[in-house]
C-alpha cells in the first residue's frame, strides 16, 4: 500500500475535502464563521507557530470554546536539519529572526500554510466526494499487512552530537593521561638506572689509593729498599692566577727552580680541547715538607698522599738492587726484574661530592671503596754487613785505578747462595738520575771479558775427569809452543824441564796447559765448558745478564787450539767463573747461582725461591785432587798468587790475566782476576775478584783484595782455621 500523501485529498472539482465529508457548505460556513474554512481542512492550515491561518487573518475561534486541535504532522519542523544548523550557527539565526526555528518535540514533517478558500456562489451545490464503486481485492493471506513506515526523525551529523564529542574527549584525554603515565613508569623503573647514572657521573670525585710495593731485604731481615709514606705536590693551571708568585713561594721548599715550577703550571690543553687541571710540581715530598708547603693556602696548589722508595744504605748494594720511576715502576735491577712481585694493585675510592664551596662527600651519597693489595717483599741471599765491606774493599784497591771497572762476587758453599755482588764504578740508588747509566751496570753480570788463566782450572778438571792426567803426572815443558800461526810461551821459563801438574797451576804455563789440552781434544774441552756453566746466563736473577760466549768447534782454527784451553777466544762474566770454581769446591757439582731467598706475601706468608739448577760436573776425588793442586797458587815461592793467600787458613784458587774490548778495540792484558776459596779442604766460600785497569796493574789490586774480602768472610762467620795444617808442599820440577 503506498504511503499517505501529505497533499490534502481533493473532490472532483478540486476542492480540498474535510473532516465532515457529508456537511453542506451551510454547515461549515455555520460552524466557522467562514465560507470554506473548518474541520481537518482547519488543521492543515496550522502554522509553526501553533496558529491556524484564521488566527493569523485575526478572525475569532470557533464558538463553543473548544480550540481547533493540532495535527501530529503540524508539529514537524520543515527543515530536517535545522537543529545542527542552529548548534552550527550558534543561534544567531533564532536570535535575528525572534522566533524558534526548531519544531516542538515530537513528529517533525513539512509545515503547509493553506490559503483562504474562495466562496462559492450561491446556488452551487458543493460537488459530492468521489466514492470508490468497485470493491478492493481481497488481501493476500500469504502478504504480511502493510505498516505504514515509521517517521523517524533524521539524524544529526556525527559533529553535532554531543554526547559523541563528549566521548571522543573523554577517550582522547584518557589515552593522553594513559601515555602519560607509562611513560612515568619507564622513567621510575625501566630507565631509572641510566638517568641517575648520568646524573651520579657528574658528581662522582675519584681518589687513587696507591699500594705500598714490596721491600727489599737482605737474608737478615735488613731493609735494603723500601717504600714510604710521602706526599706530592700539584696544581691545577686554571686556578693559579700568579703563577710567578706562587712559583717564588714554593721554590725553596721543593728545592725546584721557580723557573720550572712556572712552567710546569702553564695552562695546557687535554686531547678533548678540555683545559688541563692537574699538573705535578714535585713527587715524594716529605710529609713535614707537604704540611709547610699546605700551610701557604695557595690558591690552584695542592698536595696528597704519595709514596717514595727509600734506600737507607744509598749505594749499599745499589748495582743489584736498582731504582724505580716517581710512579713506582721498576727500571733497572732487581727493582726492575721482579716489578711484578713488588709492584701491588692500586686501590680507589669514588663517592658523590658536591661542586665550588660544596666539594665534601655527599652523605648517604653513593661511595665504593677498592681496597689497595700490597706488593710482595723479596729476601734476597746478600748479607748487608758482607755487601758493604766488599763495596769498600773494591773501592779502596780501584782507587789506584781511576777510570777502571771491577766486580767481585762471593757464593756460599754448598747452596750457591750470592752473599755479595759488588761493582766499581757504583751510584746512590736513593737518587740514581744524575748518575752515569754505565755507573749503574752490575758489572758481575754485564762485564764480559776473556777470562784469561783462570779458566786453566777448567781444562785440568776436564783432563782429571777424563784421565788424561792425575795429581802426579809430570811432562817436560819448553818454553813455547806453536799452534797455527801463533806462538804461546810462558811467563817463567822451564827451558824444556819436567814440570808437574801443580807446578804448572803456580806459574801459570800456558805451554803445559796447550799441551794437556791436546791430549784432551777439543770436542771433550768444549763438553766440559758447558758443564761448568759457560755460554749462557747462570739464571741467578739479574736482569740483561751477559750470556758470553763459547767458540764453536766448526770455528776453530789451528790457533784456536792454543788460545781456548788458556782460556782466550773465550768470553765470560766473573759470575760464570765464580759459579764454575764454586763446583769444583762443592766437590765436582755445579749449583746454579742465585739472588733471592724467598719472596714475603703481603700476609707475611714465606713463599721459598725455586731450588737452583744442580749437575755434576767432576767426581769428587777429582774435585778435591784439583782443589790441592791449586793450592800451590798460593803457596809456591814465586807463584802468581801468593799475595792472596789468607793467614791461618789454606786457599786454593788461581790467577787470571785476560783482555777486554773497549770502543771496538781489544785492550789485551787489561784485565786482572783472581778466584780462590777458603778453607781449601773444606770450601765455605768462593770469591772472584775482576779488575780492568786501563794504565795496568790490576793483579795488584786482585790478589789483596780477595785476600781482604776472604779473610772478612771468613771471621764474620767465624769459621775456625784450617785444621789439616798448612797446605802440602809441592815440587814444581821433579827429578
Do not use: C
Amino acid at each position: 500500500m503506498p504511503p499517505r500523501s501529505d497533499e490534502p485529498r481533493r473532490d472532483p472539482k478540486g476542492a480540498r475535502r474535510g473532516s465532515s465529508r457529508d456537511a453542506s457548505p451551510a454547515d461549515s460556513e455555520s460552524r466557522t464563521g467562514e465560507p470554506g474554512i473548518g474541520g481537518i481542512s482547519g488543521a492543515r492550515a496550522y502554522t509553526p507557530r501553533g496558529r491556524t491561518v484564521r488566527d493569523e487573518r485575526g478572525t475569532p475561534a470557533r464558538s463553543g470554546g473548544a480550540e481547533q486541535r493540532r495535527t501530529p504532522r503540524s508539529t514537524r519542523s520543515g527543515d530536517p536539519f535545522r537543529p545542527a544548523l542552529q548548534v552550527l550557527d550558534g543561534g544567531r539565526a533564532a536570535a535575528r529572526s525572534g522566533r524558534r526555528d526548531a519544531p516542538a518535540a515530537g513528529r517533525g514533517g513539512v509545515v503547509r500554510t493553506v490559503s483562504p478558500r474562495t466562496p462559492r456562489p450561491p446556488g452551487v451545490d458543493e460537488p459530492a466526494p468521489r466514492r470508490r464503486t468497485t470493491p478492493r481485492a481481497p488481501r493476500r493471506a500469504d502478504r504480511p499487512v502493510a505498516r505504514r513506515p515509521s517517521r523517524k526523525p533524521p539524524r544529526p551529523p556525527k559533529l553535532a552530537d554531543s554526547r559523541l564529542r563528549l566521548r571522543l574527549g573523554t577517550v582522547l584525554a584518557l589515552t593522553l593521561f594513559a601515555s602519560i603515565g607509562i611513560r612515568l613508569v619507564f622513567l621510575q623503573a625501566v630507565d631509572a638506572p641510566a638517568y641517575a647514572g648520568g646524573g651520579v657521573s657528574d658528581r662522582l670525585r675519584t681518589v687513587e689509593l696507591p699500594a705500598p710495593r714490596g721491600a727489599i731485604y737482605d737474608s737478615t731481615g735488613a731493609p735494603l729498599a723500601r717504600s714510604v709514606e710521602a706526599r706530592y705536590v700539584y696544581a691545577d693551571p686554571t686556578e693559579v692566577k700568579d703563577p710567578a708568585g706562587v712559583a717564588k713561594a714554593l721554590s725553596p721548599l721543593l728545592g725546584i727552580p721557580a723557573s720550572k715550577l712556572v712552567e710546569l703550571m702553564k695552562p695546557r690543553k687535554l686531547e678533548g680541547g678540555k683545559p688541563s687541571t692537574f699538573a705535578y710540581l714535585a713527587r715524594g715530598v716529605e710529609i713535614a715538607t707537604a704540611k709547610r708547603v699546605q700551610a701557604l693556602d695557595l690558591p690552584g696548589i695542592g698536595v696528597h698522599r704519595d709514596e717514595s722508595r727509600d734506600v737507607p744504605g744509598g749505594d749499599l748494594a745499589a748495582n743489584l738492587i736498582g731504582f724505580t720511576s716517581q710512579d713506582m715502576a721498576g727500571l733497572e735491577g732487581l727493582e726492575a726484574r721482579y716489578d711484578d712481585v713488588l709492584a701491588g694493585q692500586d686501590g680507589k675510592r669514588v663517592y658523590e661530592a658536591g661542586l665550588g664551596d660544596l666539594g665534601a662527600p655527599i652523605p648517604g651519597g653513593y661511595s665504593r671503596t677498592t681496597q689497595a693489595k700490597p706488593g710482595s717483599s723479596l729476601a734476597l741471599t746478600i748479607v748487608r754487613d758482607l755487601q758493604f765491606r766488599t763495596q769498600q774493599i773494591l773501592s779502596n784497591g780501584m782507587a789506584k785505578a781511576p777510570g777502571g771497572t771491577a766486580a767481585a762476587v762471593i757464593m756460599e758453599i754448598p747452596s750457591g747462595a750470592v752473599l755479595a755482588q759488588a761493582s766499581h764504578p757504583t751510584y746512590n740508588a736513593a737518587k740514581p738520575l744524575p748518575s752515569d747509566p754505565v755507573a749503574r751496570e752490575d758489572a758481575a753480570t754485564s762485564f764480559v771479558v776473556d777470562p784469561g788463566s783462570i779458566h786453566k782450572a777448567i781444562t785440568f778438571g776436564a783432563a782429571l775427569q777424563e784421565g788424561v792426567i792425575t795429581p802426579d803426572t809430570t811432562l817436560p815443558i819448553a818454553n813455547r809452543i806453536k799452534m797455527g800461526d801463533t806462538w804461546f810461551s810462558d811467563t817463567h821459563p822451564a827451558n824444556g824441564k819436567r814440570m808437574s801438574v801443580p807446578g804448572m797451576l803456580a806459574y801459570s804455563s800456558n805451554v803445559g796447559t796447550i799441551t794437556i789440552a791436546e791430549k784432551l781434544g777439543r770436542d771433550r774441552l768444549i763438553d766440559y765448558q758447558k758443564r761448568f756453566g759457560l755460554g749462557k746466563p747462570t739464571g741467578e736473577g739479574m736482569p740483561g745478564e751477559a750470556s758470553g760466549r763459547l767458540l764453536p768447534a766448526d770455528e776453530w782454527s789451528e790457533s784456536s787450539r792454543g788460545s781456548v784451553p788458556i782460556g782466550h777466544s773465550v768470553d765470560a762474566t766473573p759470575l760464570q767463573m765464580a759459579a764454575a770454581y764454586a763446583a769444583i769446591a762443592n766437590n765436582g757439582t755445579y749449583v746454579q747461582p742465585h739472588l733471592v731467598k724467598e719472596v714475603i706475601g703481603p700476609d707475611g706468608k714465606r713463599t721459598p725461591a725455586p731450588a737452583p739448577v744442580t749437575r755434576s760436573v767432576l767426581s769428587p776425588q777429582n774435585a778435591a785432587a784439583l782443589r790441592t793442586m791449586l793450592e800451590a797458587v798460593t803457596t809456591v815461592d814465586g807463584a802468581t798468587g801468593v799475595t792472596a793467600a789468607v793467614p791461618s787458613y789454606r786457599v786454593a784458587g788461581k790467577t787470571g790475566t785476560g783482555s777486554r774490548l773497549v770502543n771496538g778495540k781489544i785492550e789485551a792484558d787489561k784485565v786482572s782476576s783472581f778466584i780462590g776459596m777458603a778453607p781449601a779442604e773444606n770450601p765455605r766460600y768462593v770469591i772472584a775478584v775482576f779488575v780492568y785497569a786501563p794504565g795496568g796493574g790490576g793483579a795488584a789490586i786482585a790478589n789483596p783484595a780477595f785476600r781482604d774480602m776472604m779473610q772478612f768472610t771468613l771471621r764474620h762467620y767465624r769459621v775456625p782455621p784450617s785444621t789439616g795444617g798448612s797446605a802440602p808442599k809441592f815440587t814444581v820440577y821433579p827429578r
